[in-house]
């Protein structure tokens, strides 16, 4: 049968998905697999080829297949979506917690990424984002005051979009998104489950209201093991 090494491939699959297989672990050698399964070498190849090519397994050279960690969650790059909404799609237990909320005014670097006037005022957030009992986002946000005259902790703590869109009536409409690997800062380190990671993947987002105002500027701090970044892309012709 030209389809015996899916047998393989779904048995191993499925262990590393029920977590049967833990991530870092390495799985048996080729040989070992070729046994166990009663199979040729070259079939348990392609099957582990193909654990390869799906995210599975990383093949290191003089360690064998390296079983990698696939609870990842998808972060829609081009999308403008808030935190509440991504942790219902993710049905994981997740929680927010605000660590500050202030107004500014006259921030230097604030004025030059929100042209903003020395007198205009710009609320900031501090947030920790929660999943699974890991604390795994530490999101920074600036928002206009002219735009959001009001904030509170129940509304920092629930959905800052929801509140906009439904109670404020505006409607958010698109983002420009930057995303860069940096090293934690101290503030990431206290703040974050960061498991020995030594960077994180940082998201700074401009976003904008329909009628084309700027109205705010985030940085979303990120464990690098738990996100993926998903965006469709087509080419033009």
Same mark, same amino acid.
């Given at each position: 049968m030209n389809n015996k090494y899916l047998k393989i491939?779904?048995?191993l699959a499925k262990k590393i998905?029920?977590?049967?297989?833990?991530?870092?672990?390495?799985?048996?050698?080729?040989?070992?697999?070729?046994?166990?399964?009663?199979?040729?070498?070259?079939?348990?190849?392609?099957? =582990?080829?193909?654990? %390869?090519?799906?995210?599975?397994?990383?093949? %290191?050279?003089?360690?064998?297949?390296?079983?990698?960690?696939i609870n990842k969650f998808d972060f829609p790059v081009s999308g403008v979506v808030s935190f509440k909404e991504l942790s219902q799609k993710l049905g994981q237990d997740s929680k927010t917690i605000l660590l500050e909320l202030d107004i500014l005014q006259g921030d230097e670097f604030l004025m030059e990424e929100l042209h903003l006037d020395k007198e205009d005022e710009t609320w900031k957030l %501090?947030?920790?984002?929660?999943?699974?009992?890991?604390?795994?986002?530490?999101?920074?946000?600036?928002?206009?005051?002219?735009?959001?005259?009001?904030?509170?902790?129940?509304?920092?703590?629930?959905?800052?979009?929801?509140?906009?869109?439904?109670? =404020?009536?505006?409607?958010?409409?698109?983002?420009?998104?930057?995303?860069?690997?940096e090293e934690p800062t101290l503030e990431d380190k206290e703040n974050l489950d960061l498991a020995g990671y030594n960077v994180v993947v940082v998201v700074k987002s401009y976003v904008y209201l329909e009628d084309a105002t700027l109205f705010q500027y985030t940085e979303s701090r990120h464990r690098p093991d738990k996100f993926r970044f998903v965006d469709f892309a087509r080419r033009s012709h």
């Open positions: 491939y779904n048995e998905e029920t977590g049967e297989i833990r991530p870092k672990s390495q799985l048996p050698s080729e040989n070992q697999l070729s046994k166990e399964y009663d199979l040729s070498r070259g079939t348990v190849r392609k099957a =582990l080829d193909l654990l %390869v090519q799906n995210g599975y397994i990383q093949k %290191v050279h003089g360690k064998g297949s390296i079983v990698l960690d %501090v947030r920790v984002r929660e999943i699974g009992g890991q604390k795994i986002i530490l999101d920074k946000d600036y928002l206009k005051r002219d735009a959001v005259p009001m904030l509170t902790k129940e509304i920092c703590e629930d959905s800052i979009y929801e509140y906009i869109e439904g109670e =404020l009536d505006l409607k958010i409409s698109f983002a420009k998104k930057l995303i860069s690997v």
